[in-house]
């Protein structure tokens, strides 16, 4: 078979300030015949993957497993081709700005959904409003805080009216997780609609439709014979997606030759034993991920709705905790550098990134200090060592998460000054109980919605956040605004380093580190055609 590959996706998998290219599958062509009429195989391609689905619904889930689905079977205003970091218009005609508070969009006429029901200016602002009127906890509708409201003058024009005007990601959040487009006729307009819903209304018009769907097991896709976005069509007979819930089966199937392609999650470990197997090939390059700690500034010790509040000795718990944590150190010996070190908010590569943790925290050359920590403890009149709750998750963000944070406790507790209750909760209960302020400190990992270094900044330190962490600074939040609506690159640039410099100081998360997108390509697997018939992409966390 030949491997139809698009190293793209709606999250800017291309991410072309960073020079990632994360697997994206279109399909194959088997070399013993059997091929499709347009060159394409009619064999299913099957995949295999540890991430989870928390619902399909575009207001429902804001993870990577969830949009890994809906980027197949959803259309989107915008997308990105391969290469590229910039979106242009995907069942969109025409997209621009018409005045500064006005971004006009023209659909392209004759769209419809695989249920047969026209797919219209109607079906967009729905879809728009019902993200804001849902505003699930768990759902991406923090991304459409500059939204003041949408109109459609006639079935095929969209308005938006932004509450702030020459918005620079706008465009951008037309291609993210909280912009699918969805049928009016299927989905609520008030509640998070069921997947089993969707799937029997066929409310797709992405490129592939769900022919069969166990949550969490097996989906499979066929491509969608009326998709009008701007990816070529699918290039192959369908795609079965299988889920594990061990990385370890997920590896003997790839030996075996059971599924075409891996990813997401295997451990370090796995996928240095598979990189000396003939039989398979490691794909990866330098990707957008990043791992962190999230402090909730209500429950962590001394927290704002604790008995013994103190904002002085809440900061210094997390000052300390940055001075102690040795990135290199997790990166090598539990990631096998397939991570870097990560000393700021936005990754390296993108424009406005800096390093402002590594000046102000530990030795000033990213290295642990332990007495700089003891010191900054004391000042603040601290009794040692402190006691922190650190939740983690571990299965969502791969197998070697129990390691990594094992690894963060020692470092932590090493030298007396923490005592660190490590435990860990499974993924589904995990996202509910964070939104519910269950975690002091806890863990979380990131994908991009788009390239820019917005998509780091506005959904973790706006006033109403992701995390949820009750972070609330008013200067960050003015230049969180200023930089989205800052048309000089230069000044742009500035403002987003004072971003990652303020919350720096106020820790509201501590970064560790900086990933790699990884895929595993089976034997049968070969060759490489760039031509976006399926996707894979980097997705948020929460990620």
């Given at each position: ?15 072309g ?5 994360a ?25 295999g993957?540890?991430?989870?689905i ?42 621009e ?28 602002k729905?879809?728009f ?22 109109a ?9 009216t ?26 609520s ?12 209304g ?5 490129q592939?439709?769900?022919e ?81 700690i ?41 990631y ?43 000042a ?28 963060v ?6 030298d ?32 991009p ?43 742009r ?5 004072e ?10 998360t ?34």
């Amino acid at each position: 078979m030949t491997l139809h590959n698009s190293g793209r996706g709606r999250l800017g998998l291309a991410l072309g300030a960073l020079g990632a290219s994360a697997l994206v599958l279109a399909g194959c062509t088997t070399t013993t015949g059997g091929g499709s009429s347009d060159g394409g195989s009619t064999d299913p391609l099957v995949i295999g993957t540890t991430d989870k689905i928390t619902s399909i619904d575009p207001a429902g889930s804001y993870d990577n497993g969830s949009f890994a689905v809906m980027t197949q079977i959803y259309p989107f205003l915008m997308n990105s081709q391969y290469g590229t970091s910039e979106v242009t218009p995907d069942i969109a005609e025409s997209a621009e700005f018409t005045s500064p508070t006005e971004y006009t969009v023209k659909l392209k006429s004759g769209l419809k959904f695989a249920n047969g029901h026209d797919l219209t200016s109607s079906d967009v602002k729905f879809s728009f409003d019902r993200q804001v009127a849902i505003n699930d906890p768990n759902g991406p509708a923090s991304l459409l805080g500059n939204l003041e409201s949408v109109a459609t003058p006639d079935d095929t024009t969209v308005v938006f009216t932004l509450k702030n005007g020459n918005d620079q990601v706008w465009p951008q959040i037309l291609s993210s997780p909280a912009a699918p487009i969805v049928d009016e006729e299927v989905f609520s307009a008030s509640a998070v609609t069921s997947d089993d819903t969707i799937v029997e209304g066929k409310a797709f018009a992405g490129q592939y439709t769900i022919e069969s769907y166990k949550p969490n097991e097996l989906i499979s896709y066929a491509p969608y014979a009326d998709y009008m976005g701007s990816l070529p069509k699918a290039a192959n007979g369908g795609i079965s997606t299988k889920y594990y819930a061990d990385s370890s089966n997920l590896k003997l199937d790839v030996q075996s030759g059971a599924i075409d392609v891996a990813y997401r999650s295997l451990s370090a470990t796995d996928v240095a034993d598979l990189q000396q197997d003939d039989a398979v090939k490691v794909v990866d390059g330098p990707g957008g991920e990043i791992r962190y700690i999230v402090f909730n500034f209500d429950t962590m010790p001394y927290g704002t709705k604790t008995a013994d509040a103190d904002p002085a000795k809440s900061l210094a718990i997390r000052q300390a905790a940055a001075d102690l944590v040795d990135r290199q150190a997790i990166a090598t010996d539990v990631y096998k550098d397939t991570y870097s070190p990560l000393y700021s908010y936005v990754p390296q590569g993108l424009a406005g990134a800096n390093e402002a943790l590594k000046d102000l925290y530990g030795d000033g050359q990213g290295k642990p200090d332990a007495a700089k920590a003891k010191a900054t403890l004391e000042a603040a009149g601290l009794t040692t060592p402190v006691t922190l709750n650190l939740q983690y998750n571990g299965d969502h963000y791969g197998p070697s998460s129990g390691d990594e944070y094992a690894a963060v406790k020692a470092q932590l507790e090493k030298d007396g000054l923490f005592t660190v209750n490590l435990a860990q909760t499974e993924w589904v209960q995990y996202t509910k109980d964070r939104k519910a302020d269950a975690y002091p400190a806890y863990q979380l990992g990131w994908f991009p919605d788009y390239s820019d270094a917005d998509n780091y900044l506005t959904p973790f330190f706006s006033k109403d956040n992701f995390l949820l962490n009750h972070y609330d600074n008013a200067e960050v939040q003015q230049l969180l605004v200023d930089q989205a609506t800052q048309t000089d690159k230069t000044t742009r640039e500035s403002e987003i380093g004072e971003i990652q410099d303020k919350v720096a100081a106020d820790l509201s998360t501590l970064p560790l580190l900086q990933g790699k997108q990884v895929a595993i390509v089976g034997s049968s697997v070969e060759g490489a055609v760039l031509d976006g018939s399926f996707k894979f992409r980097y997705a948020p966390l929460h990620k």
